[in-house]
T-cell receptor, first 117, second 110 residues
Framework: GAVVSQHPSWVICKSGTSVKIECRSL??????MFWYRQFPKQSLMLMAT?????????EQGVEKDKFLINHASLTLSTLTVTSAHPEDSSFYIC?????????????FGSGTRLTVV | EDKVVQSPLSLVVHEGDTVTLNCSYE??????LLWYKQEKKAPTFLFML????IEKKSGRLSSILDKKELFSILNITATQTGDSAIYLC??????????FGKGTRLHILP
């Protein structure tokens, strides 16, 4: 099956700094990847759709200037949390997109736990 | 507005019991319904359902979809403590959106 690698697994940063999270598709070319956010004891919330070679599509209420998404190649999408604040502390997960003909669902990265202090 | 509703939100049973988790949905351009198990980290895929009435089975887990009544159930028989997790239901649409339910937090007592 598809393999999605996400890095780092966890990160602690100071308030006001920026953090970059990488999501790589290891065995396929991903023209589309998704970024989610999960607060404790809550479900996954889709933040944005990352499109290779074009601008990301953000869900309502997600600040595109704060959560910068770059999908410069078919195997790498990055999410940068800019000027992070404690309220940005969360679990961030990426996934690939469902492709026609595949008989299993989205594959998730292992997630990144961000703590902003 | 597209939505996915799971019930119950939490469930505590004893090892060996059978549980049924529910997922109902209202979405436009439905494509598939997915079940995931989430323990400490990222969700792991369980089932993808696209057609009504066809049961998917994997060991002690099974799931079925009813596209007329817009719901799915996930059954776990002879539960074990390792089944303790959050079970997430998600629905995908033909324009490649995915909407997650809030999940059911299942705890199996030894």
């Amino acid at each position: 099956g598809a393999v999605v690698s996400q890095h780092p697994s966890w990160v602690i940063c100071k308030s006001g700094t920026s953090v970059k999270i990488e999501c790589r598709s290891l065995d396929f070319q991903a023209t589309t990847m998704f970024w989610y956010r999960q607060f404790p004891k809550q479900s996954l919330m889709l933040m944005a759709t990352s499109n290779e070679g074009s601008k990301a599509t953000y869900e309502q209420g997600v600040e595109k200037d704060k959560f910068l998404i770059n999908h410069a190649s078919l195997t790498l999408s990055t999410l940068t949390v800019t000027s992070a604040h404690p309220e940005d502390s969360s679990f961030y997960i990426c996934s690939d997109s469902l492709r026609t003909g595949r008989n299993y669902g989205y594959t998730f990265g292992s997630g990144t736990r961000l703590t902003v202090v | 507005e597209d939505k996915v509703v799971q019930s119950p939100l939490s469930l505590v049973v004893h090892e060996g019991d059978t549980v049924t988790l529910n997922c109902s949905y209202e979405v436009t351009n439905f494509r598939s319904l997915l079940w995931y198990k989430q323990e400490k980290k990222a969700p792991t895929f369980l089932f993808m359902l696209t057609s009504s009435g066809i049961e998917k089975k994997s060991g002690r887990l099974s799931s079925i979809l009813d596209k007329k009544e817009l719901f799915s159930i996930l059954n776990i028989t002879a539960t074990q403590t390792g089944d303790s997790a959050i079970y997430l239901c998600a629905v995908t649409t033909r324009d490649d959106k995915i909407i997650f339910g809030k999940g059911t937090r299942l705890h199996i007592l030894p």
